[in-house]
C-alpha cells in the first residue's frame, strides 16, 4: 500500500504543480496569505519559495471569504497545493464558501492538529491529508458526498471518525494506516467502501453502520479488504433486523460480534 500511495502521490504532484502554474496573474501577499486572481475570483497559492512557504503557513493561518483588492471584492474558491508539507502548520480556518479539498492539500504537514472543514464542501480528493500526523480530530462537512482515494491514509493520531450523511462511496485507502482510530460510524448513505479504505486501523474498537443494505465492499480476487488489519472481534453495530443481511454478505461475514441496536 505504500508504494502505490508514493506512485499516486508522484502523480498527484506533476499534476498540482502544472496547475499552479497555469494559474495567470500577478501573486498578492494579504495577511501572510498570497493569492493569485484568476477569472475574478481568488486562489490561495504558494509564495515563490518554500522557505518564505514555511515561514507564511505557520502555526494558525486563517483564510477569509474573499479579499479587496483596489475596488474589487474577490471571493476565495480554491487553496491550491499552498500549505501542502508545511511542517510547521498547525491550525487552519478554511471560507466557508469552498466546495472541495484539492489533491495533495495538506499532505505532509505533520503538526496539523486542528483545521474547520465548511460545511459547503462536497468533495474532498485524494491525498488531501495524506500523513498528517498529529491531526487528532476532524469533522466532516454535512454536505460532502466524496472522499477520495487516500485522502486521510496516515492520520496516525485521529481517534474518530463520522462518515455524514450524503457520502455514498468512500473510495480506496481514505482512512488507511489510521492506526489510533477507535470509533467509526458510517451513514446510511454509504453503498461501497473501497479496498483498503480502513486497512491497517487496528485500533478500531466498534464501528456503527447504519444503513440497512450492507455497503458493498471491494477487497475481492486477492485485493486487500477494506477492513484489512481490523479485528474481526470487535463490536459492529447495525439497524435491528438486518443482522442476516451482513451475515451473507460476503466481506462483512467476517464479523463476528453484531449488535442489532440501531
Same mark, same amino acid.
Given at each position: 500500500?505504500?508504494?502505490?500511495?508514493?506512485?499516486?502521490?508522484?502523480?498527484?504532484?506533476?499534476?498540482?504543480?502544472?496547475?499552479?502554474?497555469?494559474?495567470?496573474?500577478?501573486?498578492?501577499?494579504?495577511?501572510?496569505?498570497?493569492?493569485?486572481?484568476?477569472?475574478?475570483?481568488?486562489?490561495?497559492?504558494?509564495?515563490?519559495?518554500?522557505?518564505?512557504?514555511l515561514l507564511l503557513y505557520s502555526?494558525?493561518?486563517?483564510?477569509?471569504?474573499?479579499?479587496?483588492?483596489?475596488?474589487?471584492?474577490?471571493?476565495?474558491?480554491?487553496?491550491?497545493?499552498?500549505?501542502?508539507?508545511?511542517?510547521?502548520?498547525?491550525?487552519?480556518?478554511?471560507?466557508?464558501?469552498?466546495?472541495?479539498?484539492?489533491? %495533495?492539500?495538506?499532505?505532509? %504537514? %505533520?503538526?496539523?492538529?486542528?483545521?474547520?472543514?465548511?460545511?459547503?464542501?462536497? %468533495?474532498?480528493?485524494?491525498?488531501?491529508?495524506?500523513?498528517?500526523?498529529?491531526?487528532?480530530?476532524?469533522?466532516?462537512?454535512?454536505?460532502?458526498?466524496?472522499?477520495?482515494?487516500?485522502a486521510f491514509e496516515g492520520c496516525?493520531?485521529?481517534?474518530?471518525?463520522?462518515?455524514?450523511?450524503?457520502?455514498?462511496?468512500?473510495?480506496?485507502?481514505?482512512?488507511?494506516?489510521?492506526?489510533?482510530?477507535?470509533?467509526?460510524?458510517?451513514?446510511?448513505?454509504?453503498?461501497?467502501?473501497?479496498?483498503?479504505?480502513?486497512?491497517?486501523?487496528?485500533?478500531?474498537?466498534?464501528?456503527?453502520?447504519?444503513?440497512?443494505?450492507?455497503?458493498?465492499?471491494?477487497?475481492?480476487?486477492?485485493?486487500?479488504?477494506?477492513?484489512?488489519?481490523?479485528?474481526?472481534?470487535?463490536?459492529?453495530?447495525?439497524?435491528?433486523?438486518?443482522?442476516?443481511?451482513?451475515?451473507?454478505?460476503?466481506?462483512?461475514?467476517?464479523?463476528?460480534?453484531?449488535?442489532?441496536?440501531?
Amino acid at each position: 500500500m505504500k508504494r502505490y500511495c508514493v506512485t499516486v502521490l508522484t502523480v498527484f504532484l506533476v499534476v498540482c504543480l502544472g496547475k499552479l502554474s497555469a494559474q495567470v496573474g500577478a501573486k498578492y501577499k494579504i495577511q501572510r496569505i498570497v493569492y493569485q486572481i484568476h477569472d475574478r475570483c481568488a486562489y490561495v497559492v504558494s509564495p515563490d519559495t518554500y522557505k518564505e512557504r514555511l515561514l507564511l503557513y505557520s502555526g494558525s493561518v486563517y483564510v477569509p471569504d474573499s479579499i479587496h483588492i483596489g475596488q474589487n471584492v474577490h471571493y476565495v474558491k480554491d487553496i491550491t497545493q499552498a500549505f501542502m508539507a508545511c511542517k510547521h502548520l498547525k491550525e487552519v480556518r478554511l471560507p466557508s464558501g469552498l466546495t472541495y479539498i484539492t489533491n %495533495c492539500a495538506f499532505s505532509g %504537514c %505533520c503538526a496539523l492538529q486542528e483545521i474547520i472543514l465548511p460545511d459547503s464542501i462536497t %468533495c474532498i480528493y485524494g491525498l488531501a491529508f495524506l500523513n498528517c500526523h498529529s491531526l487528532r480530530s476532524i469533522k466532516l462537512p454535512a454536505n460532502l458526498q466524496k472522499i477520495k482515494d487516500s485522502a486521510f491514509e496516515g492520520c496516525d493520531h485521529l481517534k474518530s471518525v463520522e462518515i455524514p450523511q450524503h457520502v455514498v462511496t468512500i473510495e480506496d485507502g481514505a482512512f488507511a494506516g489510521c492506526t489510533r482510530l477507535k470509533r467509526l460510524v458510517i451513514s446510511q448513505s454509504v453503498v461501497s467502501i473501497g479496498k483498503y479504505a480502513f486497512g491497517g486501523c487496528k485500533g478500531l474498537k466498534e464501528i456503527y453502520v447504519y444503513a440497512t443494505i450492507p455497503p458493498a465492499i471491494k477487497g475481492e480476487n486477492g485485493l486487500p479488504s477494506a477492513f484489512d488489519g481490523v479485528r474481526k472481534s470487535i463490536a459492529v453495530h447495525i439497524p435491528q433486523g438486518t443482522k442476516p443481511l451482513y451475515l451473507q454478505a460476503k466481506e462483512w461475514s467476517s464479523f463476528t460480534n453484531y449488535i442489532d441496536d440501531l
